[in-house]
């Protein structure tokens, strides 16, 4: 079984899938020749050609508005957004017309749409390329957020988005592209959308992270027999999951990248107090990023949950 | 080194059938008896309808409503030029092109009364849900004829819009990847000279919208859009440049909003009576009667008869769509995804 980054994990999905399916195109800017800024596309413009991997011109709104209207006429497009911060000019086509295709219409169109973009902070970036606002779409019903941990979930998460009927958000941190190698089976595996895992069982807490988060998290309950709860996909978001192990352990801490106020983190307490108030021992404990605009370099890592912050937070909640 | 022109355009501006009923011959499009008859007939089954919907909208039968009054040749002239295989991105003013196309009626009436299920396009036609917000439907026009194209499949696209639309950033990266990729698409602008209370020279200073095309590199070509030939004939030379790979077409029909915006607006805020009365006398239908009464094709009784069917058409239509029931409350959850997600099925339970 070959050891894949993620980059190779997603490129080799990618390519599976149109192998598969003609009706699989990618789109987005520089992903044909130069096989995209991350190089995960590489290699599939030389096999699939210009016309299933096209090199659009420099318009967010207009890929995605593009993508929407093959995915409309019978195509699985997978459009790129170079970077999660560029996503912004595409947020109406998102919003006003890929999450409602399928109500507007009372199901006579729909729209299988993937948009893969690189988030969060990993790559020393300028301003815009460290974005973490996946909450922004978990709160636009008719679209899905997904946010892989791993090359292998990566791998089986994406394929599954591809087959989805509806409008998948894929977000693939930039510091886990090339973190971790791990075996990635060449085999067609899925990993079903909407479902949680847990990681690591223990009894005291529950910790529930997503996406780069998670290895952090990781490191940080080393000393603490700690569950905790990878959430792969954000929305639909796996309840029972999350119920089963807070009404195990009694304890819950979140820890996320995006700013604390809205991000998702507030969800998933809203929804563990809604439903598992009477079986917690201690307060709901969120661990994120600032609520400040995203900054630049030099003061990311201040920006950023710390291994040492998360673990200050978890033995806080054991101390309750 | 001296300066010189490197690139130049020519806008072209067409105009065959004018207010008097007159017909230049040497630019008539083929059309039969039959079909300006059919012509004739669907833009009069438009007006009624539009007329019925407005009084509908008035006695509190129908919500907010956008009149296509004025604009039945620029919408029937260049739907008449579409097969039912090829697909249309129409925007919340397109009444006509739904009417032309054979779209049924009660359920046009439907959604203006509120009902998501009246936007459920029938199986034999691909005209796209309208789109609300203005000029977005320009890019999935675009992807449709991405798609059309990859897919071998000889069709057009046609994507209407208003003048309006031509200032949204979405115009500009529709029109730029139609061009780059030299797609099977027909823009057709109704300039109707009104973004609800905005006038055109505030809202480009353009001297013309076609002109635009241009530097996309296609051609744009402004027809009078109160001429029904003229309007036909442009949009069929652009449909068969389209199937036949010669790539996109813009075609701007010059026309008038004659009604308000929607019938939640008061156009006497913003405009002259003067100006309305101007373009009364350039109205779309009463030329085409002109023309066909000359050609012997229409009589008082030909007329009576036209418009009686029209009323009888929608009076049918009006009647079957009040008779439809409600909506099931639990509709508005099923068709977000294909499959409900668990939190859905919860709330779902409340109603």
């Known amino acids: ?320 | 080194m001296p300066e010189r022109i490197i690139e130049s355009f020519n806008v072209r501006y067409l105009s065959v059938l004018d207010e008097k009923g007159d017909a230049d011959e040497s630019l008539m499009p083929s059309l039969s008896d039959e079909d300006i008859k059919r012509i004739y007939e669907l833009l009069i089954l438009s007006r009624t309808f539009d007329h019925h919907a407005l009084s509908l909208q008035r006695e509190g039968r129908m919500g907010t409503y956008a009149s296509i009054l004025g604009q039945e040749a620029s919408q029937i002239g260049s739907a008449y030029a579409l097969e039912k295989s090829d697909w249309i991105f129409p925007s919340f003013r397109e009444m006509g092109v739904y009417i032309a196309m054979g779209y049924p009626i009660d359920m046009l009436l439907q959604y203006w009364s509120g009902d998501e299920r009246g936007m459920k396009t029938p199986d034999d036609l691909n005209i796209f849900s309208l789109s609300v917000p203005v000029g977005t439907q320009i890019p999935h026009a675009v992807g449709a004829a991405m798609a059309a194209k990859y897919k071998g499949d000889k069709i057009a696209v046609a994507c209407y819009f208003g003048d309006g639309g031509t200032s949204k950033g979405d115009f500009h990266e529709g029109f730029n990847m139609a061009g780059v990729v030299k797609l099977p698409v027909v823009f057709i602008c109704q300039n109707n000279q009104w973004a609800i209370s905005v006038s055109r020279d505030k809202q480009t200073a353009s001297k013309t919208l076609a002109q635009k095309a241009f530097a996309y590199g296609f051609e744009g070509v402004q027809v009078d859009g109160n001429d029904i030939f003229a309007v036909y004939k442009a949009a069929k030379e652009a449909v068969e440049k389209a199937r036949s790979g010669g790539g996109p077409t813009f075609i701007e029909c010059f026309t008038y909003r004659m009604s308000d915006h929607t019938t939640a607006d008061d156009a006497t805020r913003y405009r002259t009576k003067e100006d309305v009365e101007t373009w009364a006398q350039k109205d779309p239908i009463l030329r085409l009667r002109l023309f066909m009464e000359r050609k012997g094709l229409w009589t008082e009784q030909y007329e009576k008869e036209v418009e009686e069917n029209a009323k009888a058409v929608v009076d049918e239509a009006v009647k079957n769509e009040e008779a439809i029931e409600r909506p099931d409350p639990k509709d508005m959850f099923r068709y977000t995804y294909e499959t409900l997600m668990p939190r859905q099925i919860r709330e779902m339970r409340e109603l």
């Open chain 1, 1 to 320: 079984m070959p050891k894949l980054n993620m980059v190779q994990a997603i490129n080799l999905a990618l390519k599976e899938e149109m192998q598969r399916d003609s009706s699989v195109v990618i789109l987005g800017e520089d992903v044909g020749k130069d096989g995209g800024v991350f190089r995960v596309t590489e290699g599939l413009w030389e096999e699939f050609g210009s016309e299933r991997v096209i090199d659009t011109p420099l318009a967010e709104s207009g890929i995605i508005g593009a993508a929407i209207g093959m995915a409309v006429y019978g195509l699985k497009p997978i459009a790129e957004i170079q970077f999660m911060g560029f996503i912004y000019p595409a947020i109406d086509q998102i919003f006003s017309h890929a999450s409602r295709v399928r109500n507007r219409s009372r199901g006579r169109f729909t729209c299988p749409l993937v948009i893969r973009t690189p988030y969060g902070v990993g790559i020393k970036a300028p301003d815009l390329h460290s974005e973490s606002t996946e909450a922004l779409f978990c709160q636009m019903p008719g679209v899905k957020v997904v946010v892989p941990s791993s090359p292998y979930n990566a791998k089986g998460l994406l394929v599954s988005a591809i087959r989805d009927p509806d409008p998948v958000i894929f977000l693939e941190s930039t510091r886990l592209y090339r973190l971790i190698k791990e075996d990635v089976p060449k085999d067609e595996y899925t990993i079903p959308l909407g479902e949680a895992r847990v990681i690591q069982e223990g009894k005291d807490i529950t910790v529930i992270a997503w996406g780069s988060m998670l290895h952090r998290v990781l490191q940080a309950v080393e000393e603490f027999d700690a569950e905790v709860i990878d959430m792969m996909t954000l929305s639909p978001f796996d309840e029972e999951t999350i119920f089963k192990s807070v009404k195990k352990t009694g304890r819950a801490v979140i820890v996320h990248e995006a700013p604390k106020t809205c991000g998702f983190g507030a969800e998933l307490s809203a929804t563990i107090a809604e439903d598992a108030m009477l079986y917690l021992k201690a307060p709901i404990v969120r661990v994120t990023g600032y609520d400040v605009v995203m900054p630049l370099p030099k003061l990311e890592d201040y920006y950023m949950p710390t291994v040492e912050r998360i673990k200050q937070d978890l033995e806080e909640v054991m101390k309750y």
